[in-house]
Nanobody
Framework: QVQLRESGGGLVQAGGSLRLSCGFSGGTFTSDLMGWFRQAPGKEREFVGARSKSGITTYYADSLKGRFTVSRDNAKNTVYLQMNSLKPEDTAVYYC?????????????????WGQGTQVTVSS
């Protein structure tokens, strides 16, 4: 059984940083990509970034490049999301996802398994 568990969310002031973690266990996957999405109240779930197991391949939402970084510790089966220069509009529930199987990486429908999410709130 696939299990993913995010942690590291919280309240931070604008301009600050947070690092989210997502540990996973169980299952075999179509691809070795691990991704992050976020969902703000009243909005659709939005792609943040993804990284391959080797780290050779990374993808980011254009609007977040330069501020957000996805990294992995394969020995710990953990993926991280480093978020810098946070803005109030980054406030959302952040989700990690595994088993990318679709065509559009930015579509939540292309990912099979999800964590429960962790809340990030950025105050102005």
């Amino acid at each position: 059984q696939v299990q993913l568990r995010e942690s590291g969310g919280g309240l931070v002031q604008a301009g600050g940083s947070l690092r989210l973690s997502c540990g996973f266990s169980g299952g075999t996957f179509t691809s070795d990509l691990m991704g992050w999405f976020r969902q703000a109240p009243g909005k659709e779930r939005e792609f943040v970034g993804a990284r391959s197991k080797s780290g050779i391949t990374t993808y980011y939402a254009d609007s977040l490049k330069g501020r957000f970084t996805v990294s992995r510790d394969n020995a710990k089966n953990t993926v991280y999301l480093q978020m810098n220069s946070l803005k109030p509009e980054d406030t959302a529930v952040y989700y990690c996802a595994v088993d990318y199987w679709g065509q559009a990486m930015s579509s939540p429908d292309s990912w099979r398994y999800w964590g429960q999410g962790t809340q990030v709130t950025v105050s102005s």
